[in-house]
């Protein structure tokens, strides 16, 4: 970037930072008197959402420079393609978005978000890798989980904001992980019940990190993913519909890629196993409806 005084020019969208996730990119353009000036790249199917402030004066701008988007406002669907451009301010609730393609967007913000989001989110996501690290048997669990539970969150139906959040819990469920000592997590046979009590607590110290940051509105997904039916989960004991649906959906998506992947203790199920070991826990521990939405995504996919 060639500069004099306080005149830049840029020669690329790489920007002055850049961070790089799985649903695309970030950059960071140019910056000065609290705005900012970002290129935003998004994957195409994929959700993203505009979150509000505690600022009320905040103003995003968003100028699609290729692809096509959707989002529901007052429960019509609004058309977003290349050329057009939207912004919100003094936002009150969480609008979301889908891509239909593969999208670039010129994204100025009267706040400065870049590195809020960036540093936050790939805080949160390097414990995670930091996590999956600490034990081999569970190297890319989490991305599995998510992958089923986004499937099942779409094949339920669910809005579009709602999947969004399901995608980011099905990434962070196990991030309290990080705090269970090794010689626990790969233990190859029976846990006691004290080190067993130490695994419980991962779902409540998983809320804990991130409370106060970007993501703190996953808090009641994460603490409660292993909670059951019929109270018999932890760390609450919770029961029926006080689980929140999005804890359900993920409670079934962790628990099937766990038995469907070799573990220290015992090697992985068939996927038509698994299925059935959950069916019959349907009602009693798993939503049925949530069991059912897996069963019949899996049959689409021939894996059954």
């Not at 199917?45 to 968003?62: A, C, G, H, L, N």
């Not at 609004?78 to 451009?85: A, C, F, L, S």
């Not at 779902?203 to 039916?229: C, D, F, N, V």
């Amino acid at each position: 970037m060639t500069t004099m005084a306080r005149f830049f020019i840029g020669h690329d969208l790489n920007g002055i930072e850049k961070v790089t996730q799985d649903s695309g990119e970030l950059a960071l353009l140019a910056r000065g008197g609290g705005t900012e000036v970002m290129i935003q790249k998004i994957n195409s199917d994929r959700t993203f959402s505009i979150y509000p402030s505690d600022q009320s004066d905040v103003m995003e701008f968003f100028f699609v420079l290729e692809g096509n988007i959707t989002t529901i406002v007052n429960g019509e669907e609004k058309h977003i393609k290349k050329g057009n451009y939207f912004y919100v301010y003094d936002l009150h609730e969480v609008l979301t978005f889908n891509t239909k393609s593969k999208a670039t967007l010129l994204y100025i913000s009267s706040l400065p978000m870049f590195y809020l989001l960036s540093n936050q989110i790939r805080a949160m996501t390097k414990i995670v890798e930091q996590v999956e690290g600490k034990d081999y048997y569970t190297h890319n669990h989490s991305s599995r989980v998510q992958n089923y539970s986004i499937k099942i969150a779409e094949k339920l139906h669910l809005r579009p904001e709602k999947i969004d959040d399901i995608a980011w819990a099905g990434i962070l469920h196990d991030i309290g992980k990080i705090n269970i000592p090794d010689e626990i997590l790969n233990k190859p046979g029976r846990l006691t019940p004290e080190e067993f009590a130490i695994i419980k607590t991962h779902p409540s110290e998983g809320k804990r990190m991130i409370e106060g940051t970007l993501l703190e509105y996953l808090s009641e997904i994460i603490a409660q993913h292993h909670e059951r039916l019929d109270g018999s989960g932890y760390p609450q004991g919770l029961k029926g519909d006080n689980i929140t649906l999005g804890a359900r959906i993920i409670a079934v998506a962790d628990s099937f890629d766990a038995m469907t992947t070799d573990r220290p203790y015992k090697k992985a199920m068939h996927p038509r196993d698994a299925i059935t070991e959950l069916k019959s826990l349907a009602g009693i521990q798993f939503d049925p409806k949530v069991v059912a939405a897996l069963e019949e995504i899996l049959k689409e996919e021939d894996k059954l």
